[in-house]
């Protein structure tokens, strides 16, 4: 119904930055919201931020906060999260995914997501 590609990962050095992109095609129009997750190798899938699909509130983990910025284009039907000072702590695979109904942060809440986008930051 909703299909999610995420793309723009990469290796980087810490201090630097990344621009990933989820690009969304499908039955769109129930979406409520966009969040991206991260999983790191051992962890347990983490909210990293979100927004309304219509453009708008926006929400962030405490941990990337004042670092990353997440944003719609919604000619493109994208959403983009661009990351600042990145740290080595930020490795990990990035999913985007959808939900309706109303705003969560709780990933087994989101509805498709994306098959993700590592991205590596070394020390």
């Known amino acids: 119904q909703v299909q999610l590609v995420e793309s723009g990962g990469g290796l980087v050095q810490a201090g630097g930055s990344l621009r990933l992109s989820c690009a969304a095609s499908?039955?769109?129009?129930?979406?409520?919201?966009v969040g991206w997750f991260r999983q790191a190798p051992g962890k347990e899938r983490e909210f990293v931020a979100a927004?309304?699909?219509?453009?708008?509130?926006?929400y962030y983990a405490d941990s990337v906060k004042g670092r990353f910025t997440i944003s719609r284009d919604n000619a493109k039907n994208t959403v983009l999260l661009q990351m600042n000072s990145l740290k080595p702590e930020d490795t990990a695979v990035y999913y985007c995914?959808?939900?309706?109904?109303?705003?969560?942060?709780?990933?087994?809440?989101?509805?498709?997501w994306g098959q993700g986008t590592q991205v590596t930051v070394s020390s």
């Open positions: 927004i309304r699909w219509s453009g708008g509130m926006t």
């Open positions: 499908g039955r769109t129009a129930s979406t409520y919201g």
């Open positions: 995914a959808t939900k309706r109904g109303h705003y969560s942060d709780y990933p087994w809440e989101y509805d498709y």
